[in-house]
């Protein structure tokens, strides 16, 4: 008797991949710019978005959707910039998928949003798995993770549009060689447009925001 074979995972990838193109026709409908931010925990996500609302909030609409295993720590650190903020908690999942981006969708005036970032958990392997319907994937890789990252977790690098360097104002401290660090990431995806940032110092946010503008407004 043969053995059938049940591949549920490329199932469940399929039935996100339609979810993500219903969450991506409603963002391309309301003109909404969506950027999915990836990193590991504690590589800076929520600073950078701190960082890039202070410079960009005079002249772009931003919201943000935050998604945590439990907590909204996270969350309650941008009430301070009074933009909508809807918070996700995935009850121990490691990343966020397009039908949990659906169910926070309707919680939003997109009317009022130009750019919608969508913090993703802290995990460096499934968040690139999972689309949501995002117009481009970043990734933030901070200076202590070390250069050998793009080696150890090649998907991250090769689904992201963006890396974005953190914590620059550290390399003095640390191993990290970071011209070895951009060499193995874009030998993975030579596509790769790299920043290199402190959200600390405020090093490259205006860079980094300027590319944001010329991405919404493209």
Known sequence: MAVKIINIFTDVLEENEKIAASNREIFEKNNVFAVNLM????????????????????????????????????SERLEKYHIPVIQINTGGECHL??????????????????????????????PAEFKVGEDMKVMILSVPEGHDKPKKY????RESRVLIINKIDLKDF?????EVLKKNALEINPSLEIFEVSCKTGAGIEEWSNFLVRKIKS
């Open 39 to 74: 990193s590991a925990p504690g590589a800076g996500k929520t600073s950078l978005i701190e960082k890039t609302i202070d410079f960009l909030k005079n002249s772009i609409k931003i919201a943000v959707l935050e998604g945590d295993i439990t907590s909204s720590i996270d």
């Open 97 to 126: 998928n397009a039908y949990m981006v659906s169910e926070a969708l309707p919680h939003f005036k997109f009317n009022d949003i130009d750019l919608l970032i969508i913090e993703n958990v802290g995990n460096l392997v499934c």
């Open 154 to 157: 090649p998907l991250m690098f």
């Open 174 to 178: 640390c191993d990290t060689d970071l």
